[in-house]
T-cell receptor
């Protein structure tokens, strides 16, 4: 059973470009979470999605960031018009449902904005 | 509301000596607590979790943690450190508040553990 998969693992963008980060949850998991880890900081919650629904986006910046988890295919975190401050590691996690248990994390995408 | 404070940003021990990583939490509701480990340039791996069962929780690789409600603490310990334990450790809380707190993990700032030969 493959774990949570994220791609790309490393992404380099110039200021003003768009970044698309993909996350495929573990088989049988219908809930996806995105977290951001800035340099020298812990992970910060961004958004919590079910298939075709955003459950909680309280951690998402108000502008330029969006997330989706379509009925088919991976979850996508999209950052428009990237700035240097967006450089970070972005982690995706999944769980089988509403749960206070473990979330399973992917290896992360490291975004560098030049 | 929930929060986590890891009391030490760096801990350094010698191989074979005990490890203590300290964590205090705040939660308006009954919390679930976790310790995750992150090796350099890798994802996060769950070490152990507390979800209102036994207060002393045993995890992988010889780690354990004790939930102390009166002290709002969930410290991570290991009797004897190994070189492979060198990594960053995160204390994490979530709670059954319902609404938007459900499923959202709140991470501490992390503790970097260094193990000397």
């Amino acid at each position: 059973n493959a774990g949570v998969m994220q791609n790309p693992r490393h992404l380099v963008r110039r200021r003003g470009q768009e970044a698309r980060l993909r996350c495929s949850p573990m088989k049988g998991h219908s809930h996806v979470y995105w977290y951001r880890q800035l340099p020298e900081e812990g992970l910060k919650f961004m958004v919590y999605l079910q298939k075709e629904n955003i459950i909680d986006e309280s951690g998402m910046p108000k502008e330029r960031f969006s997330a989706e988890f379509p009925k088919e295919g991976p979850s996508i975190l999209r950052i428009q018009q990237v700035v240097r401050g967006d450089s970070a590691a972005y982690f995706c996690a999944s769980s089988p449902g509403f749960s206070l248990g473990e979330q399973f994390f992917g290896p992360g995408t490291r975004l560098t904005v030049l | 509301a929930q929060s986590v404070t890891q009391l030490d940003s760096h801990v350094s021990v010698s191989e074979g000596t005990p490890v203590l990583l300290r964590c205090n939490y705040s939660s308006s509701y009954s919390p679930s607590l976790f310790w995750y480990v992150q090796h350099p340039n890798k994802g996060l791996q769950l070490l152990l979790k507390y979800t209102s069962a036994a207060t002393l929780v045993k995890g992988i690789n010889g780690f354990e943690a004790e939930f102390k409600k009166s002290e709002t603490s969930f410290h991570l310990t290991k009797p004897s450190a190994h070189m492979s334990d060198a990594a960053e450790y995160f204390c994490v809380v979530t709670s059954a508040a319902g609404g938007t707190s459900y499923g959202k993990l709140t991470f501490g700032q992390g503790t970097i553990l260094t193990v000397h030969p």
